[in-house]
């Protein structure tokens, strides 16, 4: 099995996974100086990713303090998504295969399909059975090999053009790179488009797991 940099309790700590020290904040949010979106009163350079979209601020300190499974750090879950990196220990997925990478996903009811959206990174193989053992997330799940994980947008917190606050509800909005509604948006997650999909069936994951 890989090897895991922080471990609480007798549970492996995912890479993406959040800790209790590392806070988040969203500044104060001002209309963009181009009048077309968003931006915080204080911005820095590195508020914005490659593709001009605002980003949250989130603190980075892992392994200080409780590790909070069900909250994904912002800025690991965007290095993870952009480097191919496995969501549980790190590592690089493409020096494994650079072919083809796993993911896990909870089940919806279906299996994988072509183009679906998600903001989960991929997975080594041997990290698969770690990840649908401990996960309550993924106790129900699906899985495929993805030969072409594209990147397609973000999700976050939308944001009222008139009252430049954050747009009713909970629920965080996906908006592709190329939706202008993606300048109203302080992302929390990047989005992948996954094409080339070939299911993989739950009971894989121990073979796949021995056989690293």
Same mark, same amino acid.
């Given at each position: 099995?890989?090897?895991?940099?922080?471990?609480?309790?007798?549970?492996?700590?995912?890479?993406?996974?959040?800790?209790?020290?590392?806070?988040?904040?969203?500044?104060?949010?001002?209309?963009?100086?181009?009048?077309?979106?968003?931006?915080?009163?204080?911005?820095?350079?590195?508020?914005?990713?490659?593709?001009?979209?605002?980003?949250?601020?989130q603190a980075?300190?892992?392994?200080?303090?409780?590790?909070?499974?069900?909250?994904?750090?912002?800025?690991?879950?965007?290095?993870?998504?952009?480097?191919?990196?496995?969501?549980?220990?790190?590592?690089?997925?493409?020096?494994?295969?650079?072919?083809?990478?796993?993911?896990?996903?909870?089940?919806?009811?279906?299996?994988?399909?072509?183009?679906? %959206?998600?903001?989960?990174?991929?997975?080594?193989?041997?990290?698969?059975?770690?990840?649908?053992?401990?996960?309550?997330? %993924?106790?129900?799940?699906?899985?495929?090999?993805?030969?072409?994980?594209?990147?397609?947008g973000v999700?976050?917190?939308?944001?009222?053009?008139?009252?430049?606050?954050?747009?009713?509800?909970?629920? %965080?909005?996906?908006?592709?790179?190329?939706?202008?509604?993606?300048?109203?948006?302080?992302?929390?997650?990047?989005?992948?488009?996954?094409?080339?999909?070939?299911?993989?069936?739950?009971?894989?994951?121990?073979?796949m797991a021995?056989?690293?």
């Amino acid at each position: 099995m890989t090897g895991h940099r922080y471990v609480q309790g007798d549970l492996p700590v995912p890479y993406v996974a959040s800790w209790s020290a590392e806070t988040r904040r969203i500044p104060t949010v001002v209309l963009h100086r181009t009048g077309q979106g968003i931006g915080y009163a204080d911005e820095g350079s590195y508020d914005r990713d490659a593709d001009g979209v605002l980003w949250i601020r989130q603190a980075i300190a892992p392994g200080s303090g409780k590790a909070l499974f069900p909250t994904i750090h912002a800025l690991r879950q965007r290095r993870a998504i952009s480097r191919m990196l496995c969501q549980v220990c790190g590592a690089d997925t493409l020096e494994r295969d650079p072919e083809r990478q796993l993911f896990v996903l909870k089940d919806v009811g279906r299996p994988v399909g072509e183009g679906e %959206l998600t903001t989960a990174a991929p997975v080594c193989p041997p990290c698969a059975h770690v990840a649908v053992e401990h996960c309550p997330h %993924l106790r129900q799940h699906v899985a495929a090999w993805v030969e072409r994980p594209l990147a397609w947008g973000v999700a976050g917190v939308p944001y009222d053009a008139r009252t430049l606050l954050p747009a009713p509800g909970d629920d %965080l909005a996906m908006v592709a790179y190329d939706d202008p509604a993606i300048r109203w948006i302080v992302a929390t997650h990047q989005v992948l488009s996954l094409q080339g999909c070939t299911t993989v069936e739950p009971s894989d994951f121990s073979a796949m797991a021995s056989a690293q």
